[in-house]
């Protein structure tokens, strides 16, 4: 009797040891579990210093774009009188500059004096002040932005989904614009549809008529007319 009665208190001991042992090893994996979790979120993290200092040496280290965004939507933009530019040189505070193109086409610009702006691209213009900068400023970075349309634009009128004043771009014709404006309504009468174009000189105003039926059968393309700036098309 005494015998069973050892052998069931060593039973209850070991029993309570084992007990305890997997009990602490459970403890132990969950607190490496979590301390796990927690270096991973941790990684996961994004480095807030280390993302500004990157962004400040990249601005640092910048060389201004060659081109504006609209420049890149319609890169057959001419420059017009009116229009305003914004001309600046990389590390030259000095050479910074907004410029409005005169009447005659012209502008000004520092060290280098007037140049003919009128009828040149963006890009072309940029080139031309590079060039005239470069007995100052050996491989000067020039940037070249289009701040303001004024003067080449033309307007759409009457029956059509989104009528206004839209930026003319070289090799525009009548059926572009149209489409610029959302494309003619059901109530348009396309057999009558307008251009009006105001000469320079004498500031005469003629008409110039254009069938859109005849156009979309293939006929009368001669009537779908390359657009000058200041023309208005009216759609009855």
């Not at 084992?18 to 941790?42: F, P, Q, R």
């Not at 140049?115 to 491989?139: F, M, Q, V, W």
């Amino acid at each position: 009797m005494d015998t069973r009665m050892k052998l069931n208190t060593m039973s209850h001991r070991r029993l309570f040891r084992y007990l305890v042992i997997g009990t602490l090893a459970l403890l132990l994996s969950a607190c490496a579990t979590n301390n796990k979790n927690i270096g991973e979120a941790s990684d996961g993290l994004p480095s807030t210093e280390g993302e500004v200092a990157e962004g400040a040496a990249s601005e640092g280290a910048a060389v201004p774009e060659e081109d504006t965004a609209f420049v890149q939507k319609a890169p057959g933009y001419l420059i017009q009188p009116g229009d305003v530019l914004s001309v600046s040189v990389w590390n030259e505070e000095e050479l910074q500059r907004e410029v409005t193109v005169r009447p005659d086409g012209g502008i000004t610009f520092p060290l280098i004096g007037d140049l003919h702006a009128s009828g040149k691209s963006i890009r072309d213009l940029r080139a031309e002040i590079t060039k005239g900068l470069s007995t100052y400023i050996p491989e000067a970075a020039v940037s070249l932005n289009l701040k303001q349309v004024v003067g080449n634009k033309v307007n759409v009128l009457g029956q059509v989904k989104s009528p206004g004043e839209f930026i003319l771009t070289s090799g525009t014709d009548v059926l572009q614009a149209l489409s610029m404006a959302g494309g003619v309504t059901a109530f348009a009468n396309l057999s009558k549809i307008k251009v009006l174009r105001r000469d320079k000189e004498t500031q005469e105003q003629s008409v110039i008529p254009f069938n859109y039926k005849k156009v979309l059968k293939g006929r009368g393309l001669d009537q779908n007319i390359l657009l000058q700036s200041g023309d208005t098309i009216v759609v009855p």
